[in-house]
């Protein structure tokens, strides 16, 4: 197995290794590169849904059903993100998968089943290096600080729909979970590293500060991740799995293929207790 990093921050590929077959020597390998480089890149990886699971199990307890993502019929806990004719992508957004959740999503796999021929990249950005960018004087008054979360930008998404009484689809479903608050800084429980844990799709302010205070300081961090500096782009093949810490990274879907066909497989790890992030 050869594991070749991609930029001094974030990301490293990973050939010589069949996921569906992963010794256990093999995943120590990839864990430990996993944990050190935030996403790791595959090739040419055959994985049925089943074995794709499966791998993602190898990391932690997988997410429950996504409340409103398509996924397999079989299989619910493999969500199929695509893009078909005549149904393009919605807008994208710079996010972490699920900090609407109270428990941190541990980690995302995705595995490509269909692209197009050109575009349709996935970037990554460590939030690491954004923290690490900070002053000291910036790192104590974030330190300070929570942000509440919610489920609130897919409404009016291609996922949404109009509900009995007229009313969102995404919207209702989203009354099942109420928003939740993290602090704007959490320490990696495996690594001890601490990183900035905001995103533009699911926070919605910063809890101590004043709305117009609080949107200035979330832009400012936005930006900040949108460094090319603290990223990597990673275009896909079919059979292209990417394999992300959901703690320490942002992604982005670019969406410059229009609506030529493009399917991935995602499967989500459920992360430890909240308490395990805390400062
Ligand atoms: C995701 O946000 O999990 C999917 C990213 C992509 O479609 O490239």
């Not at 397999?72 to 695509?82: A, G, S, T």
């Not at 004719?85 to 994208?92: K, L, M, T």
Request: glycine residues 4%; hydrophobic residues 35%.
């Amino acid at each position: 197995m050869n594991i070749t990093p991609l930029t001094a921050n974030i990301g490293a590929y990973v050939d010589g290794v069949e996921l569906s077959n992963l010794t256990d020597d093999e995943f120590e390998a990839l864990y430990q590169a996993y944990l050190c480089y935030k996403v790791l890149f595959f090739h040419n990886q055959e994985m049925t849904p089943e074995q794709h699971m499966s791998v993602a199990k190898r990391f932690g307890l997988l997410e429950p059903v996504h409340p409103f993502f398509p996924h397999l019929d079989d299989q619910e806990q493999v969500v199929v993100i695509e893009t078909s004719r005549g149904n393009p992508p919605s807008q994208s957004y710079w996010h972490t998968d699920l900090t609407w959740q109270k428990i941190p999503c541990r980690c995302s796999i995705l595995h490509a089943q269909q692209c197009p021929d050109k575009g349709g990249d996935t970037i990554w950005t460590s939030m690491e290096a954004v923290w690490l960018s900070l002053t000291s004087d910036e790192q104590n008054m974030l330190k300070e600080l929570t942000a509440t979360h919610a489920l609130h930008a897919f409404e009016g998404s291609r996922y949404d729909s109009v509900a009995e009484g007229g009313q969102s689809y995404v919207a209702k479903v989203s009354n099942h979970y109420p928003p939740v608050i993290h602090p704007l800084v959490v320490r990696h429980p495996e690594t001890g590293n601490a990183t900035v844990y905001v995103n533009e799709q699911f926070t919605r302010k910063i809890n101590q500060l004043p709305e117009r205070e609080s949107e200035n300081l979330l832009k400012k961090l936005y930006e900040r991740a949108r460094l090319p500096d603290f990223q990597v782009r990673f275009s896909w093949q079919v059979g292209s799995v990417a394999i992300w810490d959901n703690i320490s990274t942002q992604h982005f879907a670019v969406t410059d293929y229009g609506d030529n066909p493009r399917r991935l497989h995602r499967v989500t790890v459920r992360g430890k207790p909240l308490e395990s992030y805390s400062l």
